[in-house]
């Protein structure tokens, strides 16, 4: 999904339901009862913050296990969905020259956490430092505050 976006995918739709799992499927259904896959969570980790109408905005990283796309919606929030595939963590600095955001929230997805605010910061200069914790997704949500 990544690299769709980075390569000038416009949206994306995927639902992918099964009543057995035999291509891993999003949503497996048993009966009354269902299992969530962990990717769908990482959907969520750029469809609940880059809204409808949202312009992909310039986004550069410079380490390979790192995947940093970044979106600023329609109401001048920003979303910053940054995906470490590494077996370690990364620091990674962001700079927002132009913007108009000063805080942030952050949304781990990884095994033990599903979209879940883990951090709340206000920054200022335009720039801030964070961490993404190893094999996970995690998505800034930034804003005017």
């Known amino acids: 999904m990544h690299n769709a976006f980075r390569n000038g995918v416009a949206g994306w739709l995927n639902w992918w339901c099964t009543w057995s799992s035999p291509d891993a499927p999003l949503i497996v259904v048993n009966g ?8 769908l969570w990482a959907f969520s980790g750029y469809f609940r913050f880059a809204r409808p109408g949202a312009a992909r905005i310039d986004s ?5 296990e790192v995947y940093v796309t ?3 919606n329609t109401n001048g929030t920003v979303a910053i969905p940054v995906i470490n595939a590494a077996h370690y963590p990364y620091t990674i600095n962001v700079n927002l ?6 805080h942030a929230v952050a949304y781990l ?9 883990t951090d709340s910061f206000s ?3 335009h720039r801030f ?3 993404v914790e190893p094999r996970s997704m995690k998505t800034y949500f930034l804003s005017r505050q």
């Not at 009354?32 to 990717?39: P, Q």
């Not at 550069?60 to 390979?64: C, G, I, L, R, T």
């Not at 997805?109 to 605010?117: I, M």
């Open 32 to 39: 009354t009862n269902y299992e969530v896959a962990a990717r």
């Open 60 to 64: 550069s990283n410079d380490v390979e």
């Open 70 to 72: 970044a979106w600023e």
């Open 97 to 102: 020259a132009g913007s108009n955001v000063n």
């Open 109 to 117: 997805t990884d095994n033990s956490h599903n979209v879940t605010a």
């Open 123 to 125: 920054f200022h200069g």
């Open 129 to 131: 430092t964070t961490q």
